[in-house]
């Protein structure tokens, strides 16, 4: 007789009735996720379904949804990878590894490896659409003596950034985003709509909706204007927005530098003359974000004249390990 045809034969995930049975190596205190790869790793069949996997590891109706949650979160670290036809297979296996991948400014990659390991080398035309600090799983291809292997990138298991600093270009046709990072190649083209009050030769923030495919490059949205890259403060505005670096600082790092100022003006220690009752004045471009040296010049008797250079002492201001240093 057929197993099918036998009685209580044939159960699928999702189906089951009655008391599940619990398999020895759960009993024994194994995890789901070893389970996982160690099923993936022992398979005489190849890559499995999800169904298939689950069948294998006796995963009941009750357990199913946490089954493929585990399976998402193996994906996402890499651990697994799911190829053509929805089937896993155990990453290791078929000379996956993971990690993050720099840019260079001539466009090709270097992903800088989760374990130990060297570096692995990956052209351009074979980075897909990893941008720079995306975590990514690579496919070794060879090596070249004295020099990283090469690898391809298969999928991109993390992404670092969601948007692009750049200037934007609209004409009649089609309206995209050069971004000011030279390691990203690809312009962001901008759907009609999308543009905000942005005009064209803004330095705008684009928010990506995707990060194309082939020779498809990546689309996105204006979020914010920054203004004319020839406009005091915008450069610094777009290095700011480029790393993802905060634009204000936090309410109690304010308040602390506030009450450091007003208790180093109040006292100012030994061998320190309060000497802001002089006429001091700096030399600096309009747009200068850092008053750090000033000139006073004071008529003396005999028709002598002092000339005083005021050095910013900073670290008089800041206390080491207060919020401020942290910060």
Same mark, same amino acid.
């Given at each position: 007789?057929?197993?099918?045809?036998?009685? !209580?034969?044939?159960?699928?995930?999702?189906?089951?009735?009655?008391?599940? =049975?619990? *398999?020895?190596?759960?009993?024994?205190? @194994?995890?789901?996720?070893?389970?996982?790869?160690?099923?993936?790793?022992?398979?005489?069949?190849? *890559?499995? =379904?999800?169904?298939?996997?689950?069948?294998?590891?006796?995963?009941? $109706?009750? #357990?199913?949804?946490?089954?493929?949650?585990?399976?998402?979160?193996?994906?996402?670290? +890499?651990?697994?990878?799911?190829?053509? !036809?929805?089937?896993?297979?155990?990453? $290791?296996?078929?000379?996956?590894?993971?990690?993050?991948?720099?840019?260079?400014?001539? +466009?090709?990659?270097?992903?800088?490896?989760?374990?130990? /390991?060297?570096?692995?080398?990956?052209?351009?035309?074979?980075?897909?659409?990893?941008?720079? !600090?995306?975590?990514?799983?690579?496919?070794?291809?060879?090596?070249?003596?004295?020099?990283?292997?090469? /690898?391809?990138? @298969?999928?991109?298991?993390?992404?670092?950034?969601?948007?692009? @600093? #750049?200037?934007?270009?609209?004409?009649?046709?089609?309206?995209?985003?050069?971004?000011?990072?030279?390691?990203?190649?690809?312009?962001?083209?901008?759907?009609? #709509?999308?543009?905000?009050?942005?005009?064209?030769?803004?330095?705008?923030?684009?928010?990506?909706?995707?990060?194309?495919?082939?020779?498809?490059? *990546?689309?996105?949205?204006?979020?914010?204007?920054?203004?004319?890259?020839?406009?005091?403060?915008?450069?610094?505005?777009?290095?700011?927005?480029?790393?993802?670096?905060?634009?204000?600082?936090?309410?109690?790092?304010?308040?602390?530098?506030?009450?450091?100022?007003?208790?180093?003006?109040?006292?100012?220690?030994?061998?320190?003359?309060?000497?802001?009752?002089?006429?001091?004045?700096?030399?600096?471009?309009?747009?200068?974000?850092?008053?750090?040296?000033?000139?006073?010049?004071?008529?003396?008797?005999?028709?002598?004249?002092? @000339?005083?250079?005021?050095?910013?002492?900073?670290?008089?201001?800041?206390?080491? /390990? /207060?919020?401020?240093?942290?910060?």
């Amino acid at each position: 007789m057929s197993r099918r045809g036998k009685k !209580g034969g044939g159960r699928k995930p999702g189906n089951g009735a009655g008391r599940p =049975k619990r *398999p020895k190596r759960e009993r024994a205190g @194994v995890s789901l996720e070893r389970r996982v790869v160690d099923a993936l790793a022992a398979s005489d069949r190849g *890559p499995l =379904k999800t169904k298939e996997l689950a069948r294998e590891l006796e995963i009941d $109706a009750t #357990g199913y949804r946490a089954f493929r949650r585990i399976l998402t979160g193996l994906e996402a670290k +890499g651990t697994i990878l799911r190829m053509k !036809g929805h089937r896993y297979a155990v990453a $290791a296996s078929i000379d996956l590894v993971t990690g993050f991948v720099s840019i260079t400014k001539d +466009g090709h990659g270097f992903v800088r490896l989760d374990g130990a /390991g060297e570096d692995v080398y990956v052209p351009a035309h074979r980075l897909k659409t990893a941008m720079n !600090g995306d975590r990514v799983s690579v496919r070794i291809e060879g090596r070249r003596r004295g020099r990283s292997p090469d /690898g391809s990138v @298969v999928r991109v298991l993390e992404r670092a950034r969601d948007t692009a @600093v #750049g200037v934007i270009h609209i004409t009649p046709k089609v309206t995209y985003v050069v971004p000011l990072d030279a390691r990203m190649k690809k312009d962001v083209l901008i759907a009609r #709509g999308e543009e905000g009050d942005a005009e064209d030769g803004d330095v705008v923030v684009a928010r990506l909706t995707s990060y194309g495919e082939g020779r498809v490059g *990546p689309t996105g949205a204006v979020e914010e204007v920054l203004g004319k890259l020839t406009d005091p403060g915008v450069d610094v505005l777009a290095v700011a927005h480029g790393f993802g670096l905060a634009l204000d600082f936090p309410e109690e790092v304010t308040a602390a530098a506030e009450a450091s100022a007003a208790e180093g003006i109040a006292n100012p220690g030994l061998d320190r003359v309060d000497r802001t009752n002089l006429l001091a004045f700096t030399i600096d471009p309009a747009d200068a974000k850092d008053h750090d040296d000033a000139l006073s010049v004071v008529e003396l008797e005999q028709g002598e004249v002092e @000339v005083g250079i005021h050095i910013a002492d900073v670290s008089h201001y800041v206390p080491r /390990g /207060g919020p401020v240093d942290l910060e």
